[in-house]
């Protein structure tokens, strides 16, 4: 096996580059066993910490597959194709609920999760995957393990993860409330399925973000709502917009606005409040990464700022430390934390006690706080790169938002057309650059192209090289002339 | 702390039991840190394996917590007061399913579980709880928490564990599926809830088995459907009594009915598959403790019967292993499977990957296999003695269902009246047995009180004493006389 390493960053990073691609490029077939990190260090002459460093990036990243006893192998692409067959529809539709599934969901792909094939990829469904934290997260859930208790769990989720989340959250966002208002739930998903169950009949009204998550807005509509979408400008859902109109719950997420990453304005807050109050509507703030916020000064929630308690808080751990870990967790409005209990129980009876346990380890420990700080200062490197990438030509025209936090952004590119944007998207992935359309997130298409931005896959130093690739695209896309055969230079 | 062994049975028992006895007491507190064993060795004379052997047991038990770095404590009951609290309900329900909710949900207790402060309990609803493999699968978490991958994990489970189960079930209960048929959930409660959203509209009517588990019929009725229960003879549900009527689900457990123990005859599976092909209805086939009849001659399994289709197969490992395993399984119908999955997606999107890997190595290692042969023998032997202490006076008119198979036994006690019934449970309460009424499982009140008589928790060499303390309070309830105090005898 030939390696060369490009010279650019840290030697690990050098050698996990040097080895991805040869992995994409097929020279490194898929369930090939690699050498064991012994003699890798014989083959290149790295120390072996830098070879293990390489190692799990490329675990961390789903390039490696580490098989207990008996070494690391190149996986093939997540997306089973079993998965996709299992989607058959051959009997009719058995319930009202099964009839809007098959109208609703495409469970066939998740957008926005990496093509393995791109070297750089801008996806963004994936939080940074670092090796460090899954690694000590196995750790403590090692030493955790033995001391979980064996009986069903608590319905309501295990009390000292509650406490600790009760704690973490008054800290970190400003969140007065009980530990007994605390539902721990296996993640947003089910936070907002527990959610519509509690609050939803068939065809009450929804409001929603316009673009918005696609997993909330499809849920809710599952569970029979009339979801409609009010637009998202730069401060953020035009709340005004909702004031002429009943609506049964409102979703927004205010502290960095998925996609656009809009911070909602205090002013608009206020009236959001206002206008749940006075129309008795309840208010879902789902603050996915909130917490990404950590070294900054933190916005105030939405939740601290309701006198009425209309606002349902949700929060979850999937995005700041991995998706495995399935943990999430809501803020239950005090007068129906026995409706929310009921659909809790109904859903899956209790949560595993052992993910429970080591959650709660990880934040009483100081883990949990010290990784994110460390993450949320390097997506900041990341995202002034991302920024300083774009100021230069041929950008001129491209407009960027949510550039001021979270893991992604969004390019909003004016002079295209939604064609000419798959046109880039092919192209780009010529290039090796993975690109993502913000599509999946429109009710109704946007007037303006826009691209999802992710950066929690690519190394601050590799950002302005994949920007320029990105540029030369749309270039190209621009002229309309077919871009040139893509020179992937691999030294 | 005086301990003194009472001499019966092994010297780990012994030790467990006196220290429960100074637990329930009161002569050890609650919250009170108990000597490390290198202590109690010290103290006690005994090996440190016998001392470790009891910790272990207590704390399987429920009566011991290990904590991290600091040693085992004594612990407070399960049920914590917080969880009662959350139930309060200060806001009108706001949706159809909170409504039903609060009609139906009783979140506060679940029957059957253990009281400690009884001696002897004969709880139900907990599986025998074995240190040895809670150990085990302890280990085996540790073990495999560093190659678990920190992405999102399948939404219908991961593919090796849907392989290795499709190994078990074909060879166990001769079930004939492709593995893309298989659905991992978290366990019975939410294989029964995706299934109701699959099949069920409000008002569908759906055939349950009287007496039946009371978790299955509530979340049928959750979802809106019209439950209607059909008794059940020593032969299983009466069959014959559904054919006047449609249901759009049919719900039985066939190999071991819940609670009654009766076995589905091969007569009246033939009638219900028949029944079911005729009415386009489907079957939940909940084979809850199937595996407990590993080594003896497998029933076959309704799945197996079944040439058209209808038979939607459920199994679980929360009873096998132990109820914190939140893991189970269904067999979806082939035309269902995008339904299902859809169903499935919206409840949790997917389920932590790290026991999903676990329970995968203890399949394929054979751990699974050998402690489903453990527990069966060990079972057997407790069935044994239940039907042996029962077979002498004064429990001549009590009639025992379901002593051949499974972790417990119904006692129907036709002399009894439902009012004497609860004063058997005080009576017994005293004398520090724990007795449990079959009340709950029944729709309609039963003709005849009976008893659960689990035996998960009690072992062979108790059943005698404790089911002759049962004899004695029997015998006063039909005195009518008050029964004497109770002469709790340590030694």
Redesign the interface.
Known sequence: MDLVLDGRGRLYVQLARALKQAILSGRIRHGTRIPPTRDMVAMTGLSRTTVVAAYEHLQ?E?YL????GSGSYVTAP?L?K??A???????A??????ER??G??S?GA?PG?RDPSVRYAFQY??PQ?SSTI??E???V????????????????GL?ELRAAIHDHIRTNRGIECD??DILI???T??AV?VTA?????SNDPVAIEEPQYF?TR??LQ?EGADVFGIPVDEHGMRVAELSSRYT?LVCVTPSHQFPTGAVLSKARREALLEYAHGNHS?IIEDDYDGDFRHDEMPIESLHSMDPHGRVIYIGSFSKTL?????LGFVVM???????F???K???????????QVAMT?MINSGTYTKHLRKSASLLAGRRRAMRQAFQRPPFEDVRLTGANAGMHLMAWLPELEHQDLRQLLALAKEKGVGLYSAEPFFMDQAKVPSLMMGFSAIHANEIPIAVGLLGECLHACRAGAKAPRPKLTIV
């Open positions: 961390a789903g597959e580490a098989k207990v997540n089973s079993s998965s067959t299992a989607l058959s529809h051959r009997v539709a058995q319930s009202a609920f099964s599934a098959r609703i969901c469970l998740i999760i469904s994936m995957l899954s690694t997260w196995a750790r859930v090692a030493r955790v393990a033995p001391y979980v208790k064996p009986n069903y769990p608590a319905i309501q009390p530990p007994d739930v296996n993640g998903q089910q399925m169950r509690v609050l939803i009949n997993g499809q849920i599952l049964k309840w991995f998706p495995a870990v399935r409005p005090r007068g129906l934390r026995g409706d209990l009921s659909a129980w109904a859903c899956d009876f209790a949560l595993p006690a052992l993910e380890e």
